[in-house]
Nanobody, 121 residues
Framework: QVRLVESGGGLVQAGGSLRVSCVAS????????MGWFRQAPGKEREFVAA?????YYSDSVKGRFTISRDNAKNTVYLQMNSLKPEDTAVYYC?????????????????WGQGTQVTVSS
């Protein structure tokens, strides 16, 4: 059974940085694509970043966030710099072996439980 576990969320002031991590367990091969989505209260889950052979970012985080992965550790990271209050959300890790639209939640088969990121103004 595949399991994704996020960590590293927390409270940070605007302009600060935070790195969240996601470890995949329960399989011996790496996923084709791993991604990060976020959901703020009262809003729909939205795409943040994804990585396969290339990295993809939403316009709202491009230039501030960096996604990376360590295949040896089955881990994907999201380095978040210049954080803004509007970045406050629960951040979810997702994984897929399908070649599909990286920005769509429906393209991913496995999800973590989420980690809270709160940015104070």
């Amino acid at each position: 059974q595949v399991r994704l576990v996020e960590s590293g969320g927390g409270l940070v002031q605007a302009g600060g940085s935070l790195r969240v991590s996601c470890v995949a367990s329960g399989r011996t091969s790496n996923f084709y694509r791993m991604g990060w989505f976020r959901q703020a209260p009262g809003k729909e889950r939205e795409f943040v970043a994804a990585i396969s052979g290339s990295a993809y970012y939403s316009d709202s985080v491009k230039g501030r966030f960096t996604i990376s992965r360590d295949n040896a550790k089955n881990t994907v990271y999201l380095q978040m710099n210049s954080l803004k209050p509007e970045d406050t959300a629960v951040y979810y890790c997702a994984a897929s072996n399908r070649v599909a639209d990286a920005t769509m939640a429906s393209s991913y088969d496995y999800w973590g439980q989420g980690t809270q990121v709160t940015v104070s103004s």
